[in-house]
């Protein structure tokens, strides 16, 4: 008996290992394949929360390298600026995605003059280690209690107050120009589709020189 109980107790000592090491690779399997078909085109839809076209672009109250700050001028190009609301970088494929494409077309969007700038309900510690591990240069903003996505507009309703899950936003992009107004909107209802970095831009390019 003792003898099947030292051999049970390495058996799961080996698959407890084994899950260790292949976690990462399994969990990135998953993500990718989870996320293959996300990206779309263009918003095609009728979903349209945040500030309304023509508004001025609210203050915030967010955390970046450990400054509260209310103001996302710091951040903004010549033309204007793109602001993108993510529900997390710690847990949402979806989200992970979409920052490292942007990231990828940052260069393009810094070319055209046009400032990016994330903002999560992570904590700072939380987004520290989505930026290292994917080498994010893109802004990334941890929101106070709630309050900017708030003040936003765009707080995700299906979870209320004392819920594990509230403070989530509706992910989606929200493009200002120089003035601090608000010139384009990209919402998707569905949160696990986004619009390509490439399209975003473009969108962003058209939004902003039509003012």
Known sequence: MKKILII???????AALALYIFQAPAKEALYAKITADMFVAADDDNFDPGPALGSSFPAVRALYKDKELSQISQFAGDKGTV????RSMEWCPFCMKQMIQLQEHKAAFD??????VGITYDSPKLQQVFIDQF??????LS??????FKTLGIVNQEYP????SYGIPYPGMIIIDPNGIVVGKLFLEGYATRVDSQAALEIAI??????
Do not use: M, Q, R, Y
Not at 8 to 14: K, M, R, Y
Not at 161 to 164: F, H, I, L, R
């Open 8 to 14: 049970s107790l390495a058996c799961l000592s080996i």
């Open 143 to 148: 929101d106070i209690d709630v309050t900017t």
């Open 206 to 211: 058209h939004a902003l020189a039509d003012e």
């Open 161 to 164: 107050p004392g819920d594990e």
């Open 83 to 86: 602001l993108v609301a993510s």
């Open 135 to 140: 080498e994010i240069s893109i802004p990334l």
């Open 111 to 116: 070319k055209a003059g046009i400032g990016l």
